[in-house]
């Protein structure tokens, strides 16, 4: 259910009026008002090399029957790539794809580089009740060492290695100061197993995820 349309109207618009009491997004052509499902995005970022796609891999079958795992990286196509606007159009898609996956009563789980700045001004945000952020980060040594260790295909060069690294330190320099700020969790020494425990327990909080099928 695309909540940018109107149901009754057909009315289209690129920002949504929401009554968060409803919720309802209300159509400003007609005045329809379509209740909807408010609910909390939860986002896994930080610089790659830090682990999102393992831990992600790992979360899956912990978080398959309640909610939705989504790897940012897969609507990365050219018609989407505006980094003149800070990449909005992007970033709106995914917020737009989110509101309609959520109308099947699930939360999302979006692993990706995001950051408070990217999400929180869009007009698709008033879509959710909170979006919450956890990056994972790690030692500059060993996050340039993974990069390089990538396949070539990925195309980790050594001026695209050090943009990341300045990247990872204004997260670190920055995290409890964005609004909302952002969680830190460093997967330096971390099994990736551990890792992955945290995360699940910072996105359900629940203690422990279930055992894993032997």
């Given at each position: ?188 020494t971390a099994p990736v197993e551990s890792t992955a425990a945290a995360v699940y327990t910072w996105i359900t909080g629940e203690d422990r995820p279930p055992a894993r099928p032997?």
């Amino acid at each position: 259910m695309n909540l940018l349309i109107c149901a009754r109207c057909g009315a289209r618009t690129d920002v949504p009026v929401v009554d968060p009491d409803g919720p309802v997004v209300c159509c400003a052509d007609c005045g329809h008002r379509q209740p909807f499902l408010r609910l909390p995005v939860y986002c896994v970022t930080g610089p790659s090399g830090t682990g999102k796609s393992t831990v992600a891999r790992l979360l899956a079958p912990w978080l398959a029957d309640r909610y939705v795992l989504l790897e940012q990286d897969v609507l990365w196509l050219a018609g989407l790539r505006d980094p003149a606007d800070d990449h909005r159009l992007f970033r709106s898609a995914w917020l737009r794809m989110i509101a309609m996956i959520h109308q099947s009563g699930r939360p999302a789980v979006l692993c990706g580089t995001v950051a408070p700045p990217e999400f929180e001004p869009l007009p698709e945000r008033a879509l959710f009740s909170e979006i919450r952020y956890l990056s994972l980060v790690c030692d500059p040594d060993v996050l340039a060492e993974r990069l390089r260790n990538r396949p070539a295909w990925r195309q980790w060069d050594e001026p695209r290695i050090a943009e990341m690294l300045e990247y990872a330190a204004w997260i670190d320099e920055n995290a409890e100061r964005l609004s909302p700020p952002l969680s830190l969790l460093d997967t330096t020494t971390a099994p990736v197993e551990s890792t992955a425990a945290a995360v699940y327990t910072w996105i359900t909080g629940e203690d422990r995820p279930p055992a894993r099928p032997v």
